[in-house]
């Protein structure tokens, strides 16, 4: 099967922003989600295969996101190195009867500094609406942890020529209600839905055009963040492919899944090296 059709060329409405090299506030940002994978031992021995090999970086931002109950370890297990640890989800509440949940706070004190919310697992597999998106965005800020904002259209939705408004709404629902002090914290992830998992992935321009199009919707929102926040692509990210989607001016970086668990992939897809 082929991918998904390009975007109406009409729906394309905004300029592109500056490249990542001229805007030190979108230095690249490479995140690795490991999902509900990895026995403890084993994520702490991913953490410490990864800080060994990501030892010298300096000019790029790399965070993992184990597991609530591997949070801590890893944690412990990367300090004093350049890789940072976040959470996959947290609840809106700071603490409460909310049996399976995890909160910011709980987040924080573990060790995390960043937290993924809206992830398309959890709004299509545990039914995370928009609104439930962005209260747990909101929790995050009020913890000092940096949401990564995942947004991203199903197949059915690129077919019928609807990716830039459900972008749009997962946008503006979860961005707006933030002042705009706190959206410096801010890291948006564009995760086409149809690319996630299934080792497809959206080619470079296909991921542009929405990249641009989320510049656009940011520089709408008036402030800097139009300019500064970071737009990270996800959706079957390899080192074979990273180079192509690093090369597009709106594109600052990955959020990867499957190729997060291989120490040797993830470190190549950080530094975008092919072989
Ligand atoms: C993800 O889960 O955010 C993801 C992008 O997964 P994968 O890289 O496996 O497609």
């Not at 019928?160 to 914290?185: H, I, M, N, W, Y």
């Not at 990867?256 to 092919?274: M, Q, T």
């Amino acid at each position: 099967m082929g991918l998904p059709p390009p975007l109406r060329a009409q729906a394309i409405r905004t300029p592109t922003g500056s490249r990542s090299e001229e805007n030190p506030m979108r230095r690249p940002f490479i995140a690795g989600n490991w999902k509900m994978n990895l026995l403890l031992p084993e994520a702490v021995r991913l953490a410490g295969d990864l800080r060994e090999r990501l030892r010298d970086l300096s000019d790029r931002d790399v965070a993992v996101f184990p597991t609530f109950v591997a949070v801590e370890a890893v944690a412990r297990a990367l300090e004093e190195s350049p890789i940072q640890v976040g959470g996959q989800t947290c609840h809106p509440e700071d603490a409460g009867a909310f049996t399976g949940e995890i909160s910011a706070p709980i987040l924080a004190s573990a060790g995390a500094s960043l937290v993924i919310v809206g992830h398309s697992e959890r709004r299509h597999v545990f039914g995370e609406s928009d609104a439930d998106v962005a209260l747990r965005l909101q929790a995050a800020l009020r913890h000092r942890l940096r949401p990564v904002l995942c947004v991203g259209e199903t197949l059915e939705e690129r077919e019928s020529g609807r990716t830039l408004e459900v972008v749009e709404r997962q946008v503006r629902s979860a961005l707006e209600p933030v002042a705009k002090d706190g959206l410096a914290a801010v890291t948006l992830a564009y995760e086409p839905v149809w690319a996630i998992g299934t080792g497809k992935v959206a080619t470079p321009e296909q991921a542009q055009e929405v990249h641009a199009a989320i510049r656009g919707m940011l520089r709408d929102m008036g402030g800097a963040v139009g300019e500064d926040m970071r737009i990270l692509y996800g959706g079957s990210v390899k080192a074979s492919n990273v180079d192509g989607l690093m090369a597009m001016t709106d594109i600052d970086g990955a959020l990867v899944g499957g190729a997060s668990l291989d120490a040797d992939e993830f470190a190549r897809i950080v530094r975008f090296e092919a072989m």
